[in-house]
């Protein structure tokens, strides 16, 4: 019994140098974790933008998407919980790759412990501009607008701009743990712990590497991200670890 957990891939971002051999990354270690995977968790932003028109999906991907989808004819199930960069979806991913896709955290037994499972954008975030911008691509009277209004070429280049220079402004930030009174997952674990059993809160979204206990049953663990970290997280049915693909 092994499941495994990986975000933020952001695969097609601009600010790696070699887009093809990223994903090709990813590739591997999908094919490293089918050889003894119960099921994937794949926590958002694998796509570092990500939007379906009617007949159009983003370019590329090719090699991930197969292998998504051999995955999943093979009876192993992947869970794709969307990002705050790919969270466009609207069927392409369920009904071409056999995806199982989540657009709100989700609590889950396995094995026989309790996981609390999301991306994590908006969680314990208070920034008003940052809801406010969340708001706005959830909502879905301005998904349809974009996808009626904007053609998909200028949409798609739109989007990856903007995914690019916001890679790029967060990492002028030097993004780090704030420390277990100020980081906004860990704080939103600690509120929701306190009515509820959780043994192991599983999030991305941030691209750091923590693994914090916060009691003698419950562990908060932020996976980093697989860009530069190249880290991931597996559970064996008893404990849960951090590890970095090579």
């Not at 093979?74 to 969307?82: D, E, K, L, T």
């Not at 991306?119 to 501009?129: I, Y």
């Not at 053609?151 to 916001?166: A, C, D, K």
């Not at 996976?223 to 008893?238: L, Q």
């Amino acid at each position: 019994m092994k499941y495994y957990f990986l975000s933020d891939a952001h695969l097609g971002t601009r600010v790696v140098s070699d887009t093809h051999a990223h994903e090709q990354k990813l590739v591997d270690w999908l094919d490293m974790a089918k050889l003894d995977a119960t099921a994937i968790f794949l926590l958002g932003d694998i796509f570092d933008f990500w939007f379906e028109y009617k007949m159009v999906v983003p370019k590329g991907f090719t090699r991930l998407l197969g292998k998504l989808r051999e995955i999943t004819e093979s009876g192993i199930p992947i869970h794709f919980f969307v990002g705050n960069h790919d969270l466009w979806t609207f069927g392409y991913l369920e009904q071409e790759l056999g995806l199982i896709v989540h657009t709100a955290p989700m609590t889950v037994e396995l094995g026989d412990k309790q996981f609390f499972l999301a991306h994590g954008d908006g969680l314990g975030d208070k920034s008003r501009s940052f809801s406010f911008i969340r708001s706005i691509f959830h909502n879905k009277t301005c998904q349809r607008l974009f996808r009626s209004l904007i053609p998909s070429s200028w949409g798609l280049s739109f989007g990856f701009r903007w995914s690019e220079s916001n890679r790029r402004k967060h990492d002028q930030n030097n993004v780090k743990f704030l420390g277990e009174d100020k980081e906004p997952l860990v704080l939103f674990a600690k509120h929701h712990a306190l009515e509820h059993p959780i043994d192991f809160y599983v999030f991305g979204h941030r691209h750091i590497v923590l693994n914090l206990m916060l009691q003698s049953k419950t562990q908060v663990l932020i996976i980093g991200d697989f860009m530069r970290e190249f880290s991931y997280a597996v559970f064996d049915g008893t404990t849960m670890a951090i590890e970095n693909f090579e």
